[in-house]
């Protein structure tokens, strides 16, 4: 059982995806460690949950208090129950859905973001070259929450056209790897 864990929505219990072949959840406890690292950076900021499966990401920090969120995943079924869940727990007027590939959302969009969380499949490849299309949509001073296995690799920096990623925490828990990326806008030559 997921459920938003604090905030004005604490409690409320999520609903998901039938099968991990289609999604796969965050932890209870990767979740409740990330946001206790994010804990003041949350307040009002504006959050970007890529692959967001049930949406749990993008509504807890929503539940603690951010801004606005938009929430992306390629499965039309994902995104309904995203809806489901926001309409749930009364946070949908802070949100926005976009039904479409992480790649090409991030290709098309000017939005910028304070947090982003991206949680592809594992295994699948995604984040080496998704990593400096998410620096480009980021604030300076902005968090990138990645989630992975523990034997993927990734960069310690990643430069973007003007946003650098660089490694801030790496943190495991059993079969489950967390990057936490700091923003920084900078000069790329």
């Known amino acids: 059982m997921m459920r938003i864990v604090t905030g004005k929505a604490r409690g409320y219990r999520l609903q998901t995806l039938p099968g991990e072949d289609t999604t796969r959840p965050t932890t209870e406890r990767v979740k409740e460690s990330v946001f206790s690292i994010l804990q003041f950076e949350i307040e009002g900021r504006t959050v970007l949950d890529l692959f967001a499966g049930s949406g749990q990401m993008g509504l807890e920090a929503l539940s603690r208090g951010a801004a606005f969120a938009v929430f992306v995943d390629s ?23 976009a039904n479409t590939d992480a790649i090409a959302f991030c290709a098309r969009t000017s939005e910028r973001f304070d947090i982003a969380f991206l949680d592809p499949p594992y295994r699948a490849g995604l984040l080496p070259s998704l990593l400096p299309q998410v620096a480009a949509l980021m604030k300076d001073g902005g968090a990138v929450v990645c989630e992975t296995d523990i034997v993927t690799p990734l960069p310690e920096r990643v430069d973007g056209k003007e946003m650098s990623l660089v490694l801030e925490k790496e943190k495991r828990y059993g079969k489950t790897q967390v990057w936490i990326y700091r923003c920084k806008k900078e000069a790329i030559e």
């Open 75 to 97: 499965s039309k079924d994902a995104c309904e129950v995203v809806k489901a869940n926001a309409r749930g727990a009364k946070l949908d007027a802070q949100m926005r859905i």
